[in-house]
């Protein structure tokens, strides 16, 4: 066992041990952490990364808690927070510098406010600046690596700094998986301050009309198949509404699930199975989770991780 001067010898940044992580997730659920750890920057994460390969102690990285189901047992070895250190955005020389743990929401009024077109796409869509890097997010026909002039990560526990080309970005993916992204930087064309903000409003507007924005949830549960939405299946197979313990299937958008009454993970997993079992029998059509599973069993994630 690991001790806890150990880790505090490793870097700077705050410790807990069994932290919730019930209170870091946008769905209010999952047991606690073994260990759980915030670096203050760059070098500190550095420092902490490599103490953690060297110490051989597994970790999960998390931003907002978005897209992620805590398994209720919760997580054996360390958790990773990048929200609060990283969690800053400047303007210098014509672009925008922001770190990893930036919600986007705060990124998107940001830019906006500093005549930057193009980053109001983002407007609605949940979680961190560092993940919607690594999955390349967009919407609209636009995608953030668009704007991106430099990414700096952490790769085979070195501090490097990545240009665009050397980012691998494709729809909804990268080359960057694997790799911890602290900061990125960013161009964008000179905007127009009220027609940007016009759009933004429209597109929140938007989401919250059609999603279950006032329940704790995260996100869309299954990733659309082609030519098709996980949500009309499921609205299909008449599952609106369906409810296992405290987990229901929202009846505004039935590709999300939500939490409407202290659910615990296996609530919400086993409402996973019956949508997942029952597009399958009605439509022949497997769905696939878009949300991480995180702490849970091989066996445990088999009926609905294929």
Known sequence: MVAVEDIRNSFQGRIELGESMARHMTFRIGGTADIYLEPLDKEDGLSLFRFLA????PYVLIGNGSNVLIADKGIRGAVVNLETGFNYLRAVDGEIIAGAGVKLAKFVDFCINNKCGGAEMLAGIPGTLGGAIIMNAGAY????????????????????????????????????????????????????????????RELLLKRNASQPVNWPNAGSIFKNPLDDYAARLIQECGLKGRRVGGAQISELHANFIINVDNASAQDVLDLMVIARDAVTDKFGITLEPEIKLIGFTKEEMTPVVS
């Not at 060297?54 to 102690?57: E, H, N, T, V």
């Not at 002039?149 to 790769?155: A, F, N, W």
């Open 54 to 57: 060297k110490a051989d102690i």
């Open 141 to 200: 026909g636009g995608e953030i690596s668009d704007y991106i002039m430099r990414v700096d990560l952490i790769r085979d526990l070195n501090l490097l700094s990545i240009k665009k080309d050397d980012g691998g970005f494709a729809y909804r993916a990268s080359a960057l998986v694997g790799d911890i992204v602290l900061e990125a930087a960013f161009r964008f064309p000179e905007g127009v301050l009220e027609p940007m903000k016009q759009r933004r």
